[in-house]
């Protein structure tokens, strides 16, 4: 009995579903008929424009601008010889080229397909009169991201590019779809979420003239979120402007919070380059320039050898593990032997007796081989850490790399071999395999500026309404003593005359900092400079980097002059209440 | 274990028609991808036929063994597809939203789809065990969370399709062994009255496939964009369809997802109301097969067994079909054996395993 009400059930559902199939395809026959054969539902998308994205005062720094594109349908193309025409008249397009782009909307004759991008306004309107009387044509407007500054800050805002097959597999459960523009890299790739918007469209039915008679439906595109950034644009561009040619990257950061006022690497690039057609060749050598990388963001995807500004950690290292005391002194005499090896320092009669602070005036390679050593390998590998060298600084942006802090375990894994103690001496003055980012150099910097400890960097103020949690320093316990006599160093570096950043000073303002010279066993030494001002409550902490850049204490340090200059005329160094 | 005695009881035919059905598939989903151009090593009709391959030495091995010794393992497979189902959400939160899918060894499957057939194992084993004391109001305590625990980690995967299966899987399996008819209509009015409930744990999307159903205006461009065009392919088929490989809406890219949810309206267009019933009779008379042996079989773990697979496919059928022809919500059910995907088919296939496995041994309890 109750296996006939289960068979009762189904046979219903059956019999229900033959009957919905006959009246789809027996009595209504005629009416799909018709719609399929003139296929007179189409779709004209909306974009959902992306968000803009602002500086920390409101400047405008991205932002979209309205372009035009000519479209054909194929299957509505009655007068070919005419388009042809005014196509060669208003746009100079060569026969070939014609050829080609009707061939494409040929593979999808019912659809808009488009034919030229990005047509100057002028020619647009142009194009739009003939238009009416050229069936199958139309000009359709979409929204084209717009980089107002240009080269300017192009690593750290990014750019974007039509998305990928493979992307979209994994993302189209999230709302994208084919021909969307994704992030790239910088900003645009952090936050792409944030910032893309949701694209709308209508639902049209046409005539077989392809005119429309009725809408069918509409879907409301919504914007992106509008994005704020820590970055000061008139600063940005100081920094841009004084790297100039120079490979590298510079950073300017306020110690106190981890905000990001400017982020520079060059070579740089136009990120509006990947927007624009007709620009692939300038394209495809940024993708392909394997010796000046523009692509790349040297500020945190970078690996070199900090040099000497990582005096800093050997000394701290050796202070906190109380190896020597501000008092220890190691006599210079411009040449530091190990067994059989000998390491000069870079003076070549020697810097005569030295302690911690006048070491790190001078910047002297023997009295920190000397303290490397007293300290040990453990000591430096566990303080490089402590000042966040082998790990992410966490900006928000994409690439980050974490470089090399190692250690005996370290070389054990990748070299298979013990650690030498001529290692140990390399290490201190900051050669050997120790690989860092301009951003690890600056953040480790930033503990001597806010005399506490590390920030996390970051570059988003405000998402739409939302503030992002502002930054706290998170202190890696160091003594006070340790802390106030490495600062009188840094304090010497650019201040006394003999100072190796003498160049960085900067009139009616107290700047402390380090110069770095890292050994570059593929040509020209590379160049640092990391410093902070004012000395006592430090508003801004920096980083300049040289790629092959010769001495720290030449174009860097007076690179590092320049921002501080503009940062002062800014009124960074303002006291606030 | 086998013996020859076993297999006079063998439906052959049964096999022949989901082979047959099978057959339908592969040409419909060659029609339907051909505009893709990919190469036969790369086509969606090798994928398939590879996915038979691993249903077909499933189902042999799930015939070789009496169904008994699955019954005896239910529960253990039971938890495992539930811990699968956990694992899933949570590696999904992880990636943001919605994630279905393990792949193993590149091969990608969705433990949603293979939860149908252990819920139906895991039910049979419980009212198998009880017999006759289903009648008892108590005893319907452990079959509601059997199918209760299943129905929330798939609706959240979010898989309101699958979800929705599982419930006919319950009713017809309660019905047949002997669940008091007040217990069943007092579920099904508790379970409708608890609606407002489910809407509330729905993401926005399935919300909007169901709004869509009610006024496809609600969603042009989505959702209702596919209802739309897949009504006009099949209605545009009329008596005798416009031949294979020469369904406009499908070879013109109007109708999406037209290889795995939608290949229906393939059939339909190119193959006509005529092709239409042809392929809803095959499914039926798969499914007339399954009711058969649950009637004759007097061992009332293996009657339950072979009503839940014959509810499962027919829900599955008519859900999938009227989804073309708007009749029924998108909700996201593949067609058995005809619908792209690996994960489906080979339920599919252990599903028509189950049933061969319980129609064989029928005379030997």
């Known amino acids: 009995m109750r296996d006939k009400i289960l068979v009762a059930l189904i046979l219903v559902l059956f019999v229900l579903l033959l009957a919905g199939l006959f009246y789809t395809q027996i009595i209504r026959f005629g009416y799909y008929s018709t719609l399929s054969k003139n296929n007179s539902i189409r779709i004209i998308p909306i974009d959902g424009p992306r968000g803009n994205i602002y500086d920390r005062n409101g400047a405008l720094l991205v932002t979209n601008r309205l372009s035009f594109d000519a479209a054909v349908i194929y299957r509505e193309l009655d007068d070919r010889t005419r388009l042809v025409t005014v196509l060669r008249q208003t746009l100079g397009m060569s026969g070939k080229e014609i050829a080609d782009a009707l061939e494409r909307a040929g593979s999808r004759p019912y659809a808009p397909v488009t034919i030229v991008e990005d047509i100057p306004k002028e020619k647009a309107i142009r194009l739009e009169e003939a238009s009416f009387d050229i069936s199958g044509l139309l000009i359709q407007t979409r929204s084209k991201r717009s980089y107002i500054y240009k080269e300017t800050g192009s690593h750290l805002l990014g750019y974007l590019s039509e998305i990928t097959e493979e992307e979209l597999e994994s993302l189209k459960d999230y709302g994208y779809k084919m021909r969307d523009m994704i992030g790239r890299s910088g900003i645009e790739k952090y936050y792409d979420t944030s910032l893309a918007g949701i694209d709308g469209g209508i639902q049209v039915e046409v005539d077989s003239r392809g005119r429309q008679t009725r809408v069918i439906g509409l879907k409301e595109p919504q914007s992106g979120k509008d994005v704020y950034l820590t970055i000061d644009i008139a600063l940005q561009e100081t920094c841009d402007k004084l790297l100039g040619e120079h490979k590298g990257a510079v950073i300017v950061m306020d110690p106190n919070t981890g905000e990001i006022l400017a982020l520079a690497s060059h070579p740089s690039f136009d990120p509006n380059l990947f927007v624009t057609p007709n620009t692939s060749a300038e394209r495809r050598r940024l993708l392909t320039d394997n010796a000046g990388r523009p692509l790349s963001n040297r500020a945190i995807s970078g690996l070199y050898p900090p040099g000497s500004v990582f005096k800093i950690v050997t000394a701290s290292a050796a202070l906190e593990t109380k190896k020597i005391t501000p008092l220890t002194e190691f006599i210079c005499t411009g040449v530091y032997r190990i067994g059989r090896a000998k390491l000069a320092c870079w003076k070549k009669e020697g810097h005569g007796p030295q302690n911690v602070r006048s070491g790190l005036m001078n910047s002297c390679n023997v009295f920190f081989c000397n303290t490397g050593r007293a300290a040990g390998v453990d000591a430096l590998e566990s303080y490089a850490k402590l000042f966040g060298y082998g790990a992410y600084t966490g900006i928000d942006l994409p690439d980050e790399v974490k470089g090399i802090a190692p250690g005996k375990q370290w070389k054990k894994m990748r070299m298979g071999g013990a650690w030498y103690e001529g290692e140990t001496a390399n290490y201190a003055i900051g050669q050997g395999y120790l690989a860092v980012t301009p951003m690890q150099v600056l953040d480790s910097m930033s503990v001597m500026a806010n005399k506490k400890g590390l920030v996390k960097p970051y570059l988003v103020k405000r998402i739409d309404k939302t503030d992002t949690p502002s930054g706290k320093i998170n202190s890696i316990g160091l003594h006070a003593g340790t802390v106030n006599t490495i600062r009188g160093g840094l304090l010497d570096v650019v201040n006394d005359e003999n100072g190796t950043g003498k160049r960085a000073k900067v009139e009616g303002l107290i700047v402390a900092g380090k110069t770095g010279t890292a050994q570059n066993p593929h040509g020209k030494t590379h160049a640092w400079f990391a410093g902070f001002a004012p000395y006592d409550n430090a508003r801004i902490c920096i980083v300049v980097f040289l790629e092959q850049g010769g001495h720290g204490g030449l174009e860097p340090a007076e690179i590092g002059h320049g921002i501080f200059e503009e940062a002062k005329t800014k009124g960074y160094f303002d006291i606030r209440s | ?365």
């Not at chain 2, 035919?13 to 989903?29: E, Q, R």
């Not at chain 2, 267009?269 to 649950?294: C, D, H, N, P, S």
């Not at chain 2, 073309?324 to 088919?345: A, D, E, Q, R």
């Open chain 2, 1 to 365: 274990m086998t013996d020859k005695r076993l297999f006079k009881n063998f439906d052959k035919t049964l096999l022949v028609v989901t082979f047959l059905i099978f057959i339908i598939g592969l040409a419909t989903i060659h029609s339907a991808t051909q505009a893709k151009d990919l190469s036969f090593n790369d086509s969606y009709v090798l994928k398939q036929i590879n996915s038979m391959a691993i249903g077909i030495i499933l189902l042999i091995i799930i015939i070789k063994i009496s169904y008994q010794r699955f019954i005896d393992l239910s529960y253990i497979l039971y938890l495992i597809n539930i811990g699968l189902l956990a694992l899933v959400l949570v590696l999904g939160h992880v990636r943001l939203g919605a994630q279905r899918w393990f792949s193993i060894g590149g091969f990608a499957f969705q433990p949603s789809e293979f939860i149908k057939l252990n819920l139906i194992l895991a039910l049979s084993c419980y009212v198998g065990t009880k017999k006759d004391s289903m009648k008892n109001f108590t005893n319907l305590i452990i079959p509601c969370i059997l199918l209760a625990v299943p129905f929330v980690l798939v609706l959240l995967q979010p898989d309101l399709g699958t979800a929705l299966l599982l419930l006919p899987i319950f009713f017809s399996i309660l019905l047949v062994s002997g669940v008091e008819y007040k217990y069943l209509i007092g579920m099904l009015v508790l379970g409708l009255s608890a609606m407002p409930v489910f809407w509330h744990f729905l993401r926005e999307y399935q919300r909007q496939r169901l709004l869509v159903f009610i006024n496809p205006n609600v969603d042009p461009l989505g959702a209702g964009y596919t209802i739309i065009q897949s009504k006009i392919a099949v209605g545009s088929g009329g008596l005798f369809g416009k031949g294979w490989l020469a369904g406009t809406q499908n070879q013109l890219n109007f109708l999406p997802e037209r290889h795995t949810d939608f290949i229906f309206s393939v059939i339909g267009e190119e193959w006509g109301y005529f092709g239409a019933i042809v392929v809803i009779f095959l499914y039926f008379f798969i499914i007339q097969r399954a009711l058969i042996i649950a009637s004759q079989t007097s061992d009332a773990y293996g009657r339950a067994i072979a009503t839940g697979i014959a509810s499962m496919l027919a829900v599955q059928v008519v859900i999938n079909i009227s989804m073309t022809i708007g009749l029924m919500p998108v909700v996201g059910i593949p067609l058995p054996m005809i619908s792209y995907g690996g994960s489906s088919l080979i339920t599919t296939l252990v599903a028509v395993g189950f049933l061969l496995n319980v129609g064989m041994r029928r005379s030997t309890f």
